[in-house]
């Protein structure tokens, strides 16, 4: 997805593009729940919005249930629009203050038609008991109601269709910590009632952990790494998900009296509009060297559920000295093409091969 950068001039010519997202992969299991994390302005909400189509994307696709989302008409979207949901990151501009919260919460069945209009009151109800609500509080205004409680109606809002998929955008970010957990029990619950997969999206990686088995973190508009819980928390290999994770409270370390060191990431995230060449994280890594400006790093699988982007991909302290993906790219070490060298074919599709690349045994291998 990028997005025109116009002149000022009185004639606005696109003079540049913000590469807002560029080229991500993932899936997210039916059922299942992948937590999208990253900094702010690293291109999480504009994911969201794509998925659900509140934006048209420039570019690739996005399948769900054998259909191509990115393609669909105006027409076609309406059946996708029941099936997948967003809920809001705020809950005070997200919920029209005109409108009570019956008519927010049924809205959805009107447009969709999908009840007769004697049983929406009903259904509201119904919805408003699952989110913790009082079904009787129908006939007030979101300002009667504090941002807990309105972060539920946007809540029920979302659940009124019977969705299969809900993007959540940051849903608990604009709430008060005691309320914030309230709010994941609630979506926990629910995902495991009804059986809608989530994606789920945060700013740091103590939030998702306990929602969502599955992680991608996301630096300036890419994917740098992506797996299963354990590799992401106790494994992690790509310099921005080990600085992101330092800054995680972990409190079985805090028990044996132990303290994670923090990664401190020097300098700003560099704008989208004409981001660093090779790997985009480089003006911020401890690790960079030539290669990582010449040549950007494939997002590599290297475990049955763990894909990482980074020429020099490493637990901590474990960081190679040479890079891990010159061989596959058919570069030398600085980055240069190797005239004797043969590139693999490292892109994997959105979810995972059951053959990786072992960086231990340098070769790949398979389940
Ligand atoms: N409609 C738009 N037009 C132009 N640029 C946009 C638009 N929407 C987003 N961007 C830019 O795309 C980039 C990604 O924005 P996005 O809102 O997706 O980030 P984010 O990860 O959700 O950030 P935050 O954590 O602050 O919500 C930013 O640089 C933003 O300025
Ligand atoms: S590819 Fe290079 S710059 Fe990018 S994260 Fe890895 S070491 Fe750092
Ligand atoms: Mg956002």
Same mark, same amino acid.
Request: with cysteine; aromatic share 6%; proline share 8%.
């Given at each position: 997805?990028?997005? @025109?950068?116009?002149? /000022?001039?009185?004639? $606005?010519?696109? !003079? %540049?593009?913000?590469? +807002?997202?560029?080229?991500?992969?993932?899936?997210?299991?039916?059922?299942?729940?992948?937590?999208?994390?990253?900094?702010?302005?690293?291109?999480?909400?504009?994911?969201?919005?794509?998925?659900?189509?509140?934006?048209?994307?420039?570019?690739?696709?996005?399948?769900?249930?054998?259909?191509?989302?990115?393609?669909?008409?105006?027409?076609?979207?309406?059946?996708?629009?029941?099936?997948?949901?967003?809920?809001?990151?705020?809950?005070?501009?997200?919920?029209?203050?005109?409108?009570?919260?019956?008519?927010?919460?049924?809205?959805?069945?009107?447009?969709?038609?999908?009840?007769?209009?004697?049983?929406?009151?009903?259904?509201?109800?119904?919805?408003?008991?699952?989110?913790?609500?009082?079904?009787?509080?129908?006939?007030?205004? @979101?300002?009667?109601? /504090?941002?807990?409680? $309105?972060?539920? !109606? %946007?809540?029920?809002? +979302?659940?009124?269709?019977?969705?299969?998929?809900?993007?959540?955008?940051?849903?608990?970010?604009?709430?008060?910590?005691?309320?914030?957990?309230?709010?994941?029990?609630?979506?926990?619950?629910?995902?495991?009632?009804?059986?809608?997969?989530?994606?789920?999206?945060?700013?740091?990686?103590?939030?998702?952990?306990?929602?969502?088995?599955?992680?991608?973190?996301?630096?300036?508009?890419?994917?740098?790494?992506?797996?299963?819980?354990?590799?992401?928390?106790?494994?992690?290999?790509?310099?921005?998900?080990?600085?992101?994770?330092?800054?995680?409270?972990?409190?079985?370390?805090?028990?044996?009296?132990?303290?994670?060191?923090?990664?401190?990431?020097?300098?700003?995230?560099?704008?989208?509009?004409?981001?660093?060449?090779?790997?985009?994280?480089?003006?911020?890594?401890?690790?960079?060297?030539? !290669?990582?400006?010449?040549?950007?790093?494939?997002?590599?699988?290297?475990?049955?559920?763990?894909?990482?982007?980074?020429?020099?991909?490493?637990?901590?302290?474990?960081?190679?000295?040479?890079?891990?993906?010159?061989?596959?790219?058919?570069?030398?070490?600085?980055?240069?093409?190797?005239?004797?060298?043969?590139?693999?074919?490292?892109?994997?599709?959105?979810?995972?091969?059951?053959?990786?690349?072992?960086?231990?045994?340098?070769?790949?291998?398979?389940?």
């Amino acid at each position: 997805m990028y997005f @025109p950068v116009k002149s /000022s001039s009185l004639i $606005r010519r696109t !003079i %540049g593009w913000v590469q +807002a997202v560029d080229g991500i992969s993932f899936q997210v299991p039916e059922g299942g729940s992948l937590g999208l994390v990253g900094e702010s302005g690293c291109g999480k909400s504009t994911t969201g919005r794509l998925i659900t189509r509140l934006y048209d994307p420039t570019g690739g696709s996005m399948m769900f249930d054998g259909h191509d989302i990115a393609k669909l008409s105006p027409k076609e979207l309406k059946p996708l629009r029941r099936h997948v949901q967003m809920i809001f990151q705020d809950p005070y501009t997200s919920l029209n203050p005109r409108h009570t919260v019956g008519s927010i919460v049924g809205a959805p069945l009107a447009v969709h038609n999908v009840v007769p209009r004697d049983k929406i009151l009903p259904r509201v109800q119904e919805l408003l008991e699952v989110v913790g609500l009082n079904p009787e509080h129908y006939n007030r205004y @979101p300002n009667e109601f /504090s941002g807990g409680q $309105r972060q539920r !109606i %946007g809540i029920a809002r +979302a659940l009124t269709l019977n969705p299969r998929l809900l993007v959540a955008d940051e849903p608990v970010s604009a709430l008060d910590v005691s309320i914030q957990a309230q709010v994941i029990n609630l979506l926990q619950d629910l995902q495991k009632e009804f059986g809608i997969a989530f994606l789920f999206i945060a700013h740091d990686l103590a939030v998702v952990r306990h929602f969502c088995p599955e992680v991608a973190v996301m630096y300036l508009g890419k994917i740098v790494e992506i797996g299963d819980r354990d590799s992401i928390y106790h494994h992690a290999h790509h310099p921005y998900t080990q600085a992101l994770l330092s800054a995680v409270p972990d409190v079985r370390q805090a028990a044996i009296g132990g303290r994670r060191e923090r990664i401190r990431l020097e300098g700003d995230v560099p704008s989208p509009i004409n981001p660093p060449s090779g790997c985009r994280f480089r003006t911020r890594c401890s690790y960079a060297q030539e !290669i990582c400006a010449k040549v950007e790093p494939p997002l590599l699988q290297i475990a049955p559920r763990h894909k990482v982007a980074c020429h020099f991909a490493g637990e901590l302290g474990a960081h190679p000295a040479t890079p891990v993906t010159a061989g596959l790219l058919a570069v030398d070490d600085q980055g240069s093409p190797d005239p004797s060298g043969t590139a693999s074919d490292v892109t994997t599709g959105p979810g995972y091969d059951d053959h990786w690349y072992d960086l231990q045994t340098k070769s790949t291998v398979s389940a």
